[in-house]
């Protein structure tokens, strides 16, 4: 059978943990299974399966929710399909059902590239790509985005794991990343227009940084 989310890449490597095991998927380029010495480091899905809640997915070019599709950009209203219509939102950007093609291989590690074309509600023309490398301290990931288009381009990227240990329940876990700036989200309802409003943005607890814009323009040719 056929997996449901395309091409499934396999990457191995030994560690001193023990053996590392990742399975990346065309489509999306999701994480759909990560673990080490046997013990899942990531909730796992089926191969026949789609990623459940977007599970493991790349958000390009925007993560979260923009409410009602719609956002404003130059002064020009954008209307994005409605990919949560339940909740009137368009959800996780636009490579969410996309097949990626893969660029580089080998036994531990494997580089994905995606397009994002022109299209209503994001006019905008962008290279993507993740790559993904077992390493004896894990898994590295490692996005680059290019701005192959005439205009600056908004755009915000984001990843969808579900970390966790095994078995251990996920109350009893602590994430921990080494980060520099922090958006404090209400418990509201998405704010409509996620491109255009800019947000304050607080350093982490701990780790230097300042003050910084949500949003991020891409110049053309940038990375």
């Known amino acids: 059978m056929r997996a449901a989310t395309g091409f499934q890449y396999e990457l191995r490597v030994a560690t001193p943990s023990g053996p590392a095991l990742a399975i990346v998927t065309e489509v999306a ?5 990560y673990s080490v010495d046997g013990i899942d480091l990531v909730e796992p899905f089926a191969a026949e399966a789609t990623p459940p809640w977007g599970a493991g997915i790349v958000l390009m070019p925007w993560p979260n929710r923009i409410r009602d599709g719609l956002w404003r950009h130059q002064g020009v209203m954008q209307r994005l399909p409605l990919t949560e219509p339940e909740q009137q939102n368009a959800i996780h950007g636009l490579l969410r059902y996309s097949s990626y093609r893969m660029l580089d291989r080998s036994p531990s590690s494997v580089t994905l590239a995606a397009t994002v074309f022109p299209q209503a509600g994001y006019p905008f023309l962008l290279d993507t790509t993740v790559r993904y490398a077992l390493t004896d301290n894990g898994l590295a990931v490692t ?11 908004p755009v915000a990227l984001g990843a969808h794991p579900y970390p966790k240990i095994g078995g251990v329940p996920t109350e009893d876990l602590v994430l921990t990343i080494a980060a520099h700036p922090y958006r404090r989200r209400r418990p509201a309802k998405p704010r409509r227009g996620i491109f255009r409003r800019r947000h304050q943005v607080r350093p982490a607890h701990g780790v230097p940084g300042g003050r910084r814009r949500s949003r991020r323009r891409l110049r053309r040719g940038g990375a």
């Open 143 to 153: 996005h680059t985005v290019r701005n192959v288009g005439r205009d600056a381009a």
């Open 29 to 33: 380029a999701g994480l759909r299974l």
